[in-house]
């Protein structure tokens, strides 16, 4: 059973604080993508990885893929109440369906 | 409107009853999925539509029953439910069918059921 395994579950730290939450796995991804999610809202996307070791920046948060394409990171500075949200990762196979791990809840505390 | 819409946005129903979640997208998207999100767990891919046609059923009971009668719509049909089906119920769109490379999937905002 392919899984994604995202860390820690739960993260609240005070503004200005920089974080690292994680996403890893067992399997090899053709891509991995991160969304955020926020309270009676859906998932909305923020970035897409394909290549091994690709970092991908969108402002004050730096996305990365692990070289062996299993695992990736999310890398927030300077924490904002904005950023407050569940964080979830989802891995693609080729001719594979998209599976997606239980999410890192965030909450920034002002 | 734009993006993705889904109606209502709560439901609460009986196990006897029959319903019916409204799917439409905005986007000019060829591929359509029903979602669903439950308390502790990862998000669960139900059913995946391409071009108004099935091409996905992951193991979901029957009495869950999608239609897609066209490209920009898509049904979820409810009956005889069971207390462990609320949740909140996803619907969301991309371009094309997911690729190997990449894909992107445009979410509405849900319908928080509950079964009572």
């Known amino acids: 059973t392919q899984l994604l395994e995202q860390s820690p579950q739960f993260l609240s730290i005070q503004e200005g604080e920089n974080l690292t939450v994680y996403c890893n796995s067992s399997s090899v991804f053709s891509s991995l993508q991160w969304y955020r999610q926020e309270p009676g809202e859906g998932p909305v996307l923020l970035v897409t990885v394909v290549t091994g070791g690709e970092v991908k920046k969108l402002k004050r948060l730096t996305f990365q893929f692990g070289d062996a394409r299993k695992d990736s990171s999310l890398h927030i500075t300077a924490a904002q109440p904005g950023d407050t949200g569940l964080y979830l990762c989802a891995g693609g196979k080729r001719d594979d369906k998209i599976i997606f791990g239980k999410g890192t809840r965030l909450h920034i505390l002002p | 409107e734009t993006g993705v819409t889904q109606t209502p946005r709560h439901l609460v129903m009986g196990m006897t009853n029959k319903k019916s979640l409204k799917c439409e997208q905005h986007l000019g998207h060829n591929a359509m999925y029903w979602y669903k999100q439950s308390a502790k767990k990862p998000l669960e891919l139900m059913f995946v539509y391409s071009l108004e046609e099935r091409v996905e059923n992951n193991s979901v009971p029957s009495r869950f029953s999608p239609e897609c009668p066209n490209s920009s719509h898509l049904f979820l049909h409810l009956h005889t439910l069971q207390p462990e089906d609320s949740a909140l119920y996803l619907c969301?769109?991309?371009?094309?069918?997911?690729?190997?490379?990449?894909?992107?999937?445009?979410f509405g905002p849900g319908t928080r059921l509950t079964v009572t």
């Open positions: 969301a769109s991309s371009q094309e069918l997911m690729q190997e490379i990449s894909y992107e999937q445009y």
